[in-house]
């Protein structure tokens, strides 16, 4: 076998211990579950509800209905049935989401290994520089440049992506440093690895469990970011995600009609989403960080 | 010692019949299995063995600190009085008050975010409310003289001090309530070998001085030899020999505690010429113990019978114990497993060695 | 959104270390320096901030005339005289002086909306932001410390099943949706509930904010908000707290004080909870945004007028001189808020302060 066979044989080793390490967290199987749960219906949405009825000017039921058979969560302010707006947000809000932990992984997992492995002033600046980003507070800067960008699901996605990279860069940083340590980082130097190689076949595999469950988490904290986005008013107005349902019933005065079919179901599915997503981030914290493990 | 037992005085610590057990998810898992033990005052009594053998869970049941859960029979006797027994109240009292615990200081023992004097003090105070901050901190210093650490380091932070300094003021925290036994958990282990002697000769100064009784804990059968007057050696949760401490240090008769003898070796002794030292196969699994003796599958004089019958421990000599069916006091265990290595070292087709 | 992060994880030197130091004791001087180190690298912050600042509204804006003109410039000339007006001619490091000039008096213009000096629209709504954070932080950190000490403590129990499944639950929830469910269930009506509390704002028209009668009115509109905001960040402190306090109660020391005689709850308060706090501190401060975003959403839901309600009232325009300023104040609030609670920490914990 080659020395490349070798290694993802090891590899495919260690994620199937991995994964059976997992099984045994109830509380992120049970995540895991809802969270596929809602990617199915997130997928098979056009099986699952029409089209059509996002569509503002076909909408055949009246304006804020409360739920009834046909229309099973009522209706929002232009008549279209809330289950249907429902589903088709789950699409958007779980893309944004996705989309900007992307951004954010890429540009925390860069600055992170970057940081922790160039020692001198490039390291330390980029050091002050995550920990400048860090204390900055995410709503006020988002909101600012989500202005200056304009309100689309592009702009957003964006947005949380280039805001919340430093939680990621200050883990990955302290996990390079711990690897850069190692003996065998030593002997890969003398043997005349070079600084991409080091980084590129030695740090960043072992870096990836910690990015893979950090990932997780940045993903509930995006998919709330969105949501909060969208609620204040930089949401697609042409799509709905369920941050933009919310606005809606908050700008449509869902609050004093007492439309509650309206503000709970997209709140509840967020609450659903963020909180397995946590579950499984933290039981992989757990699988990953040896340190935690006894606490459980 | 040698008194009579009508006008022998009670002794400070009398383990009678021990038996320790921890409940694990795969069955009872037994740490102490029957162990008796005296320390009387003046006296030094050591432990040794390796880790996992038991001797830390004895020292803990000392004082009633064993893990919850922890079944125990048998009676550990402060006094006369019996810890595990006796009220909560009373039990309080007598932690730190009679008996006293020495932990490895150099490592987490000490409260890291408060003051060294302060730790000091906080038994102190505890045991008698109308002792003032003043009278508190002129012991503290009073005490910190005794170790050798100079009083001005009351309001030293742990992480200020070294590892020896460390160990001294857990010695120095001991002392604060006039105890008269003290109990020492490998105290010099993680200590550098210089500052291991100081600080033994600071436990025996000071057990010499105010004639405390002290129980010492350690793998290190060297630093027992030096420091008790009496050291048992224990295996797989037994004691497997007993005796004075120079004489079974010299001259042991149990193969475990000739292995033990061996591993520290003395320069000039030509026995210890040929290394290397320790023992073959690692120590039992306390939930799967071998039959019969539990060291016979890594000792050297190991027949059938071993396999079969668990010896007790039984008197040899005048004022020896061993646990063994081969014991013979005449027999020189250190050059035995001299001899032993040589020839596996020679059958195993090594490098010549000049005898 | 940034939820909890280990800082252990990254700072390896907080984990204690025993590296055996036979140094005299620190003295002054170090914590001096030290306390000089945090106060620097803050005011560095702040210096970054005024910088990203002055970079978000002049450099990423292409067109600053079009929006400092609220697109009533048209000709070409008028055009011209709002670039002279605000100076977006000139070169960019005499409009950086200028910018600088005018943080240090804070002023930021005129609002578009009111044609008021921002400073003083600011300053109006100080007071309503800091009455929400303040009290919605104090009660957070009191309640969220207790239920997560209460937690550790009886850790597999029932108490600690329920509250941890129930903080983890908040900690997964947008905080201005819990508002409007609040807001949705106890002051507009719902069912049977009848309307127990206002329907939003700080007060009630006509009633005299500084007579007693008004500063009860006021109480009682800041119920909702405060009990939301009191929610969502508890659930944080008090999953920080459970957290330390186990990492803390297998240290040895607490063995230690056990054997001198310390009764169980003696070791606990004394020891373990007390020790256990410092993490929590350090935690707690890098995560401070979440202070912010949570006074922004909610007072937008109550329509509480305060720094967060005005914020998001100037998205629409967008009101930039309003933005500009509020978003200065915000970060330097959480700036200084950092350096608070970092010197609270080296103050707790001297084995930082080398």
């Not at chain 1, 211990?17 to 098979?44: D, N």
């Not at chain 1, 030695?202 to 949501?227: C, K, R, Y």
């Not at chain 2, 000071?206 to 004639?211: K, N, R, T, Y």
């Not at chain 3, 309003?322 to 609030?333: D, E, I, W, Y």
């Amino acid at each position: 076998m080659s020395a490349r066979q070798v290694a993802w044989r090891r590899r495919k080793d260690s994620a199937g211990r991995t994964w059976k390490e997992f099984r045994r967290h109830r509380t992120g199987v049970l995540g895991m579950v809802v969270l596929v749960v809602f990617a199915l219906v997130a997928i098979l949405a056009p099986l699952l509800v029409d089209s059509e009825g996002l569509s503002r000017t076909k909408a055949t039921g009246l304006p804020l209905e409360s739920p009834s058979s046909s229309y099973w969560l009522g209706t929002d302010e232009y008549g279209r049935s809330v289950l249907t707006l429902l589903i088709y947000g789950a699409r958007v809000s779980l893309l944004v989401g996705l989309f900007a932990t992307l951004i954010s992984m890429v540009l925390g997992t860069l600055i992170g290994i970057a940081s922790g492995f160039w020692r001198g002033w490039v390291g330390a600046a980029l050091f002050r520089l995550t920990e400048w980003f860090l204390v900055i507070p995410f709503l006020p800067l988002a909101l600012v440049l989500a202005t200056l960008l304009g309100g689309s699901l592009f702009t957003i996605g964006f947005v949380i992506g280039v805001t919340s990279w430093p939680g990621t860069a200050l883990l990955i940083r302290s996990q390079t440093l711990s690897i850069i340590g190692r003996p065998y980082m030593e002997r890969a130097r003398v043997l005349g690895a070079g600084d991409w190689h080091q980084m590129t076949r030695h740090i960043l595999p072992n870096v990836m469990p910690m990015v893979f469950a950090n990932t997780t988490l940045t993903v509930a904290g995006a998919i709330l970011s969105e949501t909060t986005l969208s609620f204040l008013g930089f949401g697609d107005p042409t799509r709905v995600s369920w941050g933009t349902m919310l606005d809606s019933a908050f700008t449509n005065g869902a609050l004093t009609l007492g439309a509650w079919w309206f503000l709970f179901p997209p709140g509840i599915c967020v609450v659903a989403v963020v909180l397995s997503f946590t579950l499984v981030g933290q039981s992989l914290e757990e699988i990953f960080n040896p340190r935690l493990r006894q606490r459980r | 010692m040698n008194a009579s037992a009508e006008d022998a005085p009670l002794p400070l610590l009398q383990i009678i019949d021990l038996n320790v057990s921890y409940p694990t998810a795969s069955g009872p898992l037994p740490a102490v299995r029957g162990v008796s033990l005296t320390v009387r005052s003046g006296e030094s009594v050591g432990i040794a063995g390796e880790s996992g053998c038991g001797k830390s869970t004895i020292a803990s049941t000392v004082l009633r600190l064993q893990p919850k859960g922890a079944k125990v029979t048998g009676s550990v006797l402060v006094n006369g009085q019996d810890t595990q027994t006796m009220p909560w109240g009373q039990l309080r009292a007598v932690r730190w008050g009679d008996a006293a615990m020495v932990f490895q200081g150099a490592l987490h023992s000490l409260n890291p975010v408060q003051r060294i004097g302060d730790q000091i003090a906080e038994p102190i105070r505890l045991h008698d409310e109308s002792v003032g901050r003043n009278a508190a901190a002129r012991r503290v210093a009073q005490l910190l003289e005794q170790v050798g650490l100079p009083p001005s380091r009351a309001t030293a932070y742990p992480h200020q001090l070294s590892g020896g300094q460390k160990q001294r003021v857990m010695i120095a925290m001991a002392l604060a309530c006039r105890p008269q036994l003290i109990i020492a958990d490998e105290p010099t282990t993680a200590l550098d070998v210089m500052v291991q002697a100081q600080v033994l000769g600071v436990l025996t100064d000071l057990v010499h001085d105010l004639g405390l009784g002290l129980l010492l804990i350690s793998h290190d059968l060297s630093v027992l030899g030096t420091t008790c007057d009496r050291v048992l050696v224990m295996y797989a949760g037994k004691v497997v020999e007993q005796g004075p401490a120079v004489s079974l240090f010299d001259h042991p008769l149990h193969p475990y505690g000739g292995a033990l003898a061996a591993a520290f070796p003395r320069v000039g002794d030509p026995r210890a010429r040929f290394a290397p030292v320790g023992l073959p196969g690692d120590p039992p699994d306390p939930q799967a113990l071998p039959s019969g003796c539990p060291f016979h599958p890594r000792c050297a004089l190991a027949t059938e019978e071993c396999r079969a019958t668990d010896p007790p421990l039984e008197p040899i000599g005048t004022d020896r114990e061993v646990a063994c069916l081969h014991a013979d006091e005449q027999r020189d265990m250190k050059l035995l497993l001299a001899r032993s290595r040589l020839e596996a070292a020679q059958s195993a087709g090594g490098a010549a060695m000049a005898p | 959104m940034t939820h909890r992060i280990d800082v252990t994880a990254f700072e390896p030197e907080l984990a204690s270390s025993t590296a055996p130091r036979d140094v005299s004791t620190p003295g002054r001087s170090a914590s001096w320096r030290w306390f000089g180190r945090k106060v620097a690298g803050s005011a560095g912050t702040l210096c970054f901030i005024v910088v990203v600042n002055f970079f978000l509204f002049r450099v990423i804006n292409k067109h600053p005339e079009r929006t400092l003109a609220r697109g009533r410039a048209k000709t070409p000339e008028q055009v011209q005289a709002v670039i002279d007006k605000y100076g977006l001619a000139d070169p960019l490091p005499k409009q950086f002086l200028v910018y600088l000039k005018n943080i240090v008096t804070l002023d930021f213009g005129d609002s578009y909306q009111y044609s008021q000096p921002v400073r003083g629209l600011m300053l109006d709504r100080l007071w309503p932001t800091v009455a929400l954070v303040g009290t919605s932080t104090v009660f957070s950190i009191i309640i969220g410390i207790w239920i997560g000490t209460i937690a550790a403590w009886n850790r597999g129990r029932t108490f600690d099943g329920l509250s941890t499944t129930s903080t983890i639950t908040l900690y997964s929830m947008p905080e201005w949706w819990l508002g409007l469910i609040l807001f949705l269930f106890l002051a507009t009506g719902f069912g049977p509930i009848p309307r127990l509390f206002p329907i939003g704002q700080l007060k009630t028209a006509g009633v005299d904010a500084w007579s007693l009668h008004g500063m009860v009115d006021q109480t009682w509109h800041l119920v909702l908000p405060v009990v939301t905001l009191t929610l969502a960040y508890l659930a944080e402190y008090s999953l920080i707290m459970r957290s330390a306090l186990l990492d803390e109660m297998g240290e040895d020391y607490l063995q230690t004080a056990r054997a001198k005689g310390l009764s169980d709850l003696l070791v606990r308060r004394r020891h373990a909870t007390r020790n256990a706090l410092l993490p929590v501190v350090t935690l707690v401060s890098l995560n401070l945004g979440f202070i912010v975003s949570g006074a922004i959403t909610v007072e937008t839901v109550f329509s509480i007028p305060g720094l967060g309600l005005l914020t998001t009232d100037a998205l629409r325009i967008p009101d930039i001189p309003v933005l500009q300023g509020t978003f200065f104040v915000f970060s330097a609030s959480v700036v200084v808020a950092n350096l608070v609670s970092n010197l609270l920490y080296g103050w707790l914990d001297p084995r930082v302060r080398v």
